[in-house]
């Protein structure tokens, strides 16, 4: 598909497309006001530029995408970082901060964090990618979805690749991953500037080197030993493979007395919820008939949970307090 370098191309951006553009920027700057609001004062700035971090670790890899061939975007958008869509980097950044603040809000084991935020992230992205991939329009004489997948995959979960799940899984893991290690290292160097900036340097640097490396390809396609992009088993193998074990962690490692912050953590809640019914409303109303089994199927398995774990670490707090209030009447 040709790219049209036109200088006023964004003039011509669908509705659609538009809205999902100031809904990101939206999103972003809430999440930001967020992490100033919740943060500490010696980390408050740091935890900001992790968000910004990922925009850039984020960004490199989709260009790469872009050049390798793999898909595209149209440039026919408000704002481009190269040749993706900033507002496609914003919205993988709210669902890694949402997705992060989560595992941590909910106390699980550091080393089983990039585990939870990756497959939360694959749950938001099941919904989000066959509503973006058929929100087509013209746009100068070319049928265009907000991206584009331009190779002919043998297979196709709603119209979409398998392995682009398992990519998602790995662009979210080892992100939060390199985080985590940076965070921990920050720390025990005394929350000190320039071990700070240190893992904010190192982290989407080391992130992108990872997801483009052999060990990925070997996680997505079973690279070398299968051609990548033409064994849909092999693809579904190891999709299937990374969520049982994610699965796995979140139910052995979640705790049973869940105390969650409500009001300080609400984003953790705000975010996926708003997300999922973005994704619901655009394929119901452009009638995108491919996305209306994900949208409601994983919208309902991804929001259950956290509707589950919202109503636990209610019912937790109230027996606290309730707990409380005996005690003192006690003495």
Not at 174 to 202: C, E, Q, S, W
């Amino acid at each position: 598909m040709a790219y049209r370098p036109e200088i006023l191309a964004y003039l011509s951006t669908p509705g659609s497309w538009a809205i999902a553009e100031f809904f990101a920027i939206a999103l972003f700057l809430y999440c930001l006001a967020d992490i100033i609001r919740n943060s500490d004062d010696k980390v408050k700035v740091f935890r900001a530029l992790e968000l910004l971090g990922f925009i850039i670790y984020a960004g490199i890899f989709e260009n790469i995408g872009v050049l390798g061939n793999t898909y595209n975007y149209s440039l026919d958008r408000l704002i481009m970082v190269g040749t993706v869509p900033l507002s496609i980097l914003m919205f993988e950044a709210v669902i890694f901060y949402a997705a992060l603040r989560f595992a941590e809000a909910m106390k699980f084991p550091k080393w089983t964090i990039p585990f939870i935020v990756g497959l939360l992230a694959v749950l938001q992205d099941m919904t989000i990618d066959p509503v973006a991939v058929f929100d087509t329009h013209l746009v100068a004489g070319v049928m265009e979805g907000r991206w584009n997948w331009i190779t002919n995959y043998k297979g196709l979960l709603f119209g979409i690749p398998f392995f682009n799940y398992t990519g998602w899984f790995f662009l979210m893991f080892y992100y939060t991953a390199l985080i985590k290690l940076g965070r921990n290292f920050h720390k025990k160097k005394n929350y000190k500037t320039g071990p700070g900036i240190a893992y904010l340097i190192l982290s989407p640097i080391l992130g992108v080197l990872l997801i483009v490396s052999p060990i990925t390809r070997f996680f997505l396609f079973l690279e070398p030993f299968f051609t990548k992009f033409i064994h849909r088993p092999v693809e579904i193998s190891m999709l299937v493979f990374f969520m049982i074990i994610s699965i796995v962690i979140l139910i052995k490692y979640q705790k049973k007395d869940i105390s969650i912050n409500l009001k300080d953590d609400k984003v953790i809640w705000i975010i996926p919820l708003i997300l999922h019914t973005f994704d619901i409303i655009l394929a119901f109303s452009l009638k995108i008939t491919i996305a209306y089994i994900p949208v409601l199927l994983f919208a309902g398995i991804h929001l259950g949970y956290l509707a589950y774990c919202y109503l636990k670490s209610h019912n937790q707090m109230k027996h606290n307090r309730t707990a409380e209030e005996l005690n003192k009447a006690t003495h």
